[in-house]
């Protein structure tokens, strides 16, 4: 009953702050056209608008089937992010932990880790993924965060457009044209954790301006954590990308993309290494050399307003020496896809795609893969038709892919989708999608120690998680809902819920201990990979944005994860199922204000609670972020960023397989300045 | 206890959805994403402002008038630019069915159906210190000199400088920076 004079006065408060906002949107937004003046031509440009130009297949946000959150390029910089998996962290449900200054677990919905298998990145179209362990590196991941448009997610299974391991979600990354990026930009960037960095790029037009073109460089040091007993670790990062975009067109109906770019770089860590010998496991600190090279086509052709073919073809090459393991990976793929509406109420694509991956594994008594070498190819063809049935009301999109691959044979992934608008501001959708994360090396290949004890004769006793060929695909069936509305003009609010259920994942079957000679004599018990694993998640994921004044944006978000996961019968795995619920964060917070003090001077503050991991044994935290920037001259920006400003240094993530040690985050200053000339 | 407050608690959030909901019945719904004209009437605006026209027409009061020749697809959008001030002047909206009174004209946005035969308007306004913009698709290859042209969900702008400099008209660099420069052919120097 106390609680209630107390629920009065912030009925109120709210009730205060709403009537003057209702009015004033009144005001703003005369005959309900909104008033775009103040903004500049470049932001005039990068604008995504609601077009009615029936030739292209642009969706506003409003009108998708599907928990999708997008981040733009202003979002990033106003965060004051300085990599890819650090901006990732603004997005609602998606669950990001740094493991060390250059290595992170991202995931969504859950089973997350750094070794996380069940989200699809992708740069532009290009898959970051990779076929060791179906999940992504981050450390090799970069790209001139300036040069980003936005990046889209898609909580939830995206198999059917996407293809497998499209499973929890996709995360689209996605650079601005080359058009958008002309004349000089140089950035430079010093403080105590991110300790320097600086990009420089250039942008012109070429072909009498059918054509543009961009080329940049840029570097980034990052100090090391703190080791969890709290001494300076040596994780510190350095890496460097060079990279280009061009953009041209020839005609009015055929436009041509070609893009690439490397990426070299080192990241210090400590990791537990096992031996035969002893004293069969000792600590080595290593840089660990990274590099990572693609190069990227593509070709769309216009064949009419309701007809479009592209072609995209890439090949890149991944390289990482970690103290266990070197590892490169080639991947060559190819995509063909057609826009067409057939029908005046049919919208479909479809298309087909060639995969070729090929690897080359230097192993050590720690981690060992067999063969040395493997190719493997997927094949696949996918087609989706969103079908209208009562227009600007009810949408039907039904498709499914369909993929050969040389580890677990033929996959169907199909998915269903209603969209129910019943009326502008009010959307609501569900669908029922089968989505699987095929097999990779890890689990078909891989041979990793994970623990030694001595034994008897002077050999070494080794638990050792061990791959089989018979390793089948992860099955995911998902429930998923939501609904998006405006209630009014400077107010959205959007919620998903979902309730997946996932069959045949990974398990670590023990077996008998026995005598092994290969590579080394040891007694050896082997944990065999085996499919004797279910889930049930569920949960949901709530995010508003609140526009109470022009100059002043809050944004609000809240993810909701529950876990029950368990051993099939006749599984001998005790460890995987509370491994699995206990590594993703039950309950999430993202707090965030954006606010324009003058025209010259914003100021971001950024609140966000992550929940505790309690198979990890980590703690639960809060932090702060905050940046302040002032324009001081037409092309000139000054800003200050600080980082984890509140909770002292705290630990995100523990590993899971190799035994790297992870290291305390920091609370961090820089100052940043950039000029466009 | 507990319970009570847990229903006070929901009574109070019904309350506070309903209120939103209600002045969301007041105010006029504004989706997510700006419209597409919303967008190309804030384009006009900022091609008003870096354009400098001859001094002749810098004389006098009058306000700076942009025009809509033939079908007006901005709806109500472009009349939020009434009265905002260019160059010291308020902005006039005028629809026109005629190029005939080109004359008060700025900034004229062609719509159909003349924005469909552009070669023969541009040979009618050739000279004349007017800025033509579109959005018809290839209207400054036919003779336009400023057009629309979406990429992927956003919109982008073609210049054609040759057909803009004989007029007297002066177009910023930082304008012809963002643009996609279009040289039509018959004004390539032969």
């Known amino acids: 009953m106390r609680l209630r004079p107390g629920l009065k006065a912030l009925l109120s408060v709210i009730t205060a702050a709403l009537l003057p906002m209702a009015s004033s949107a009144i005001a703003a937004e005369r005959a ?20 009615t130009s029936a030739s292209k297949r642009t969706e506003t946000l409003g009108k998708v089937a599907a928990a999708v959150s997008v981040l733009t390029g202003d979002d990033i910089r106003r965060s004051g992010a300085t990599s890819i998996p650090d901006a990732l962290r603004l997005i609602s449900g998606v669950q990001v932990a740094r493991i060390n200054a250059s290595k992170y677990a991202i995931s969504a919905r859950g089973f997350n880790g750094r070794f996380a298998n ?84 250039f942008g012109d037009a070429f072909a009498g301006g059918d054509g543009h073109y961009r080329i940049h460089a840029k570097h980034m040091r990052r100090d090391g954590g703190l080791t969890e007993s709290g001494e300076e670790a040596s994780d510190d990062m350095n890496r460097s990308r060079f990279g280009f975009r061009a953009d041209w067109n020839s005609g009015p109906a055929n436009s041509f993309t070609a893009q690439g770019g490397v990426t070299t770089g080192r990241a210090g860590e400590s990791s537990t290494m096992f031996e035969p010998t002893a004293p069969f496991a000792r600590t080595v600190e290593q840089q660990d050399r990274l590099l990572n090279a693609d190069i990227l086509g593509r070709w769309t052709r216009t064949l009419s307003t309701a007809s479009e073919i592209s072609l995209r073809a890439y090949v890149s090459r991944e390289t990482v020496h970690l103290p266990q393991v070197k590892v490169t990976n080639d991947t060559l793929d190819v995509e063909f896809q057609h ?83 019943p009326a502008a501001d009010h959307t609501f959708w569900t669908a029922v999608s089968r989505a699987v994360r095929t097999p990779s090396r890890a689990e078909d290949d891989i041979r990793i120690v ?11 006793v080794t638990v050792e998680a061990t791959g089989q060929r018979g390793f089948d695909s992860e099955d995911l069936l998902a429930f998923e809902a939501g609904y998006r509305t405006n209630p009014v003009a400077n107010l959205s609010l959007d919620v998903a819920a979902f309730y997946n259920i996932y069959d045949n994942l990974l398990s ?18 082997p944990l065999l990979a085996g499919n004797r694993l279910s889930a049930r998640t569920w949960g949901a994921e709530v995010a508003a944005e609140w526009q109470p004044i022009e100059s002043w944006r809050f944004r609000g978000a809240y993810t909701l994860l529950k876990m029950d996961a368990e051993s099939d019968a006749g599984s001998g795995d005790t460890v995987s199922a509370a491994a699995a619920n206990g590594s993703s964060p039950q309950h999430q917070l993202d707090l965030q204000s954006s606010t324009d003090l003058t025209d010259d ?32 001259a037409e092309g000139v920006e000054l800003s200050l960023v600080g980082q984890n400003l509140v909770g002292g240094a705290r630990l995100e993530y523990r590993p899971e397989f190799l035994s790297t040690d992870p290291t305390r985050v920091e609370r961090g200053v820089y100052a940043k300045a950039t000029l466009r000339f | 206890m507990p319970r009570r407050s847990v229903l006070n608690l929901t009574l109070e959030a019904v309350a506070i959805l309903a209120l939103l909901l209600s002045t969301g019945g007041l105010v006029p719904r504004v989706s997510a994403a700006p419209s597409e004209y919303e967008v190309k009437a804030a384009f006009l605006y900022n091609f008003a402002k870096f354009t400098d026209w001859p001094s002749a027409q810098k004389a006098g009061l009058e306000p700076f008038t942009i025009c809509i020749l033939g079908e007006d697809p901005f709806g109500t959008a472009l009349d939020m630019l009434q009265g905002k001030p260019v160059d010291g002047r308020p902005v006039a909206i005028r629809r026109m069915m005629k190029p005939e009174d080109l004359k008060w004209c700025r900034i004229m946005f062609v719509g159909r159906p003349y924005a469909d035969g552009m070669e023969r308007l541009a040979g009618y ?61 018959e004004s390539s120097g032969w």
């Open chain 2, 125 to 185: 306004l050739q000279g004349q210190p007017v800025l033509t913009v579109g959005d018809n698709p290839g209207f400054v290859r036919s003779g336009g000199m400023i057009g629309f042209v979406p990429d992927d969900g956003r919109i982008r702008f073609e210049i054609d400088p040759d057909r803009i400099s004989p007029t007297g008209l002066t177009v910023s660099s930082q304008l012809l920076n963002l643009a996609v420069i279009v040289r039509s052919k």
């Open chain 1, 339 to 421: 826009h067409v509406k057939p029908l005046e109420r049919h919208d479909m694509v479809w298309g087909a795609g060639y995969r070729l991956h090929s690897d080359d594994i230097d192993s050590t008594f720690s981690l060992s893969v067999a063969p040395v070498r493997r190719t493997e190819q997927v094949i696949n063809a996918f087609v989706q038709d969103e079908i209208t049935l009562i227009p600007d009301m009810l949408r039907f999109t039904v498709g499914s892919k369909f993929e050969q691959n040389g580890y677990s044979g033929v996959e169907l992934q199909p998915s269903a989708r209603l969209l129910w608008t």
């Open chain 1, 450 to 460: 994970q623990t030694t004890r001595p034994g008897p004769g002077g050999l070494p």
């Open chain 1, 118 to 201: 069940k989200l699809l990145v992708l740069i532009d179209g290009r898959s970051i993924y990779t076929p060791l362990f179906s999940g992504v590196f981050w450390e090799l991941q970069d790209t001139l965060l300036e040069d980003v448009d936005r990046i889209e997610v898609i909580r939830g299974p995206g198999a059917t457009l996407w293809g497998a391991n499209a499973v929890n979600g996709v995360i689209n990354i996605i650079t601005k044209p080359a058009a958008a990026t002309q004349g000089l930009l140089v950035t430079g960037a010093a403080g105590v954790e991110e300790r320097a960095s600086g990009g420089i790029r």
């Open chain 1, 508 to 525: 670590l079957e023990p077996q008998p201990i026995a005598f092994s000679a290969s590579p080394a004599p040891r007694f050896a018990l």
């Open chain 1, 32 to 51: 309900g056209i909104a008033d775009l003046t103040h903004l500049s031509l470049e932001d005039l440009m990068n604008l995504r608008v609601e077009v």
């Open chain 1, 601 to 632: 001077i914003e100021l971001d503050v950024i609140l966000r609670h992550v929940g505790d991991l309690p198979a990890l044994g980590i703690d639960g935290y809060t932090t702060l972020d905050a940046r302040i920037g002032w324009r001081v």
